[in-house]
T-cell receptor, first 111, second 115 residues
Framework: DMKVTQMPRYLIKRMGENVLLECGQD?????MYWYRQDPGLGLQLIYI???????SEGDIPKGYRVSRKKREHFSLILDSAKTNQTSVYFC??????????FGKGTRLTVV | AQKVTQTQTSISVMEKTTVTMDCVYE???????LFWYKQTASGEIVFLIR??????ENATVGHYSLNFQKPKSSIGLIITATQIEDSAVYFC????????????FGSGTQLTVMP
């Protein structure tokens, strides 16, 4: 069954703590993405990865970094989380010109 | 620049009827790919259907079909025999090479199907 798996699904962190969001896919897709979604703002692209160690900034990369050491795994890291990073984070993957498949999201609350 | 526009913020229809959701796109690329996604109440984002710009035939998957009007840069989503569970937010999206193949989303249309 083809899928994108995100862990954890829910997370509460204190301001200033580090946050690691993990994502895996079993479809051998070369391209992976991290988005955040806030009410009224739609999906905003944080980072895109074209393959292992080939990452590019999206529209809102500030405050985030990513790591992709294996094709099937893509991590989003928040160093010293801020309250304005409270959001729902979606990981996704695709082949280059094909449809993008999304994970179920991680709801992050920074208090 | 690339852009996807959905002007319908929300639509309400009666169950078992047909609904069309509009989407227009802007791109200078000669080849591009168009998609429709559904976001359910639980937040899950599901891929529904895709249209490749070089294909003249409208794509159809189950009770979803597309009305692709290339000269008008329009890609409407048609849902026939709507069901209550079709209630969701529907996003139109586009991928183009000049946009580094990033998925460019419209703002979404909230569909409510009433019994």
């Amino acid at each position: 069954d083809m899928k994108v798996t995100q862990m954890p699904r829910y997370l509460i962190k204190r301001m200033g703590e580090n946050v690691l969001l993990e994502c895996g896919q079993d479809m051998s897709h070369e391209t992976m993405y991290w988005y955040r979604q806030d009410p009224g703002l739609g999906l905003q692209l944080i980072y895109i990865s074209y393959d292992v160690d080939s990452n590019s900034e999206g529209d809102i990369p500030k405050g985030y970094r990513v790591s992709r050491k294996k094709r099937e795994h893509f991590s989003l890291i928040l160093d010293s989380a801020k309250t304005n990073q409270t959001s729902v984070y979606f990981c996704a993957s695709s082949l280059r010109t094909k449809e993008v498949f999304f994970g179920k999201g991680t709801r992050l609350t920074v208090v | 620049a690339q852009k996807v526009t959905q002007t319908q913020t929300s639509i309400s229809v009666m169950e078992k009827t047909t609904v069309t959701m509009d989407c227009v796109y802007e791109t200078q690329d000669s080849s591009y790919f168009l998609f429709w996604y559904k976001q359910t109440a639980s937040g899950e984002i599901v891929f529904l259907i895709r249209q490749d710009s070089y294909k003249k035939e409208n794509a159809t998957v189950g009770h979803y079909s597309l009305n692709f009007q290339k000269p008008k840069s329009s890609i409407g989503l048609i849902i026939t025999a709507t069901q209550i569970e079709d209630s969701a937010v529907y996003f139109c999206a586009m991928r183009v090479s000049s946009g580094s193949w990033q998925l460019i989303f419209g703002s979404g249309t909230q569909l409510t199907v009433m019994p």
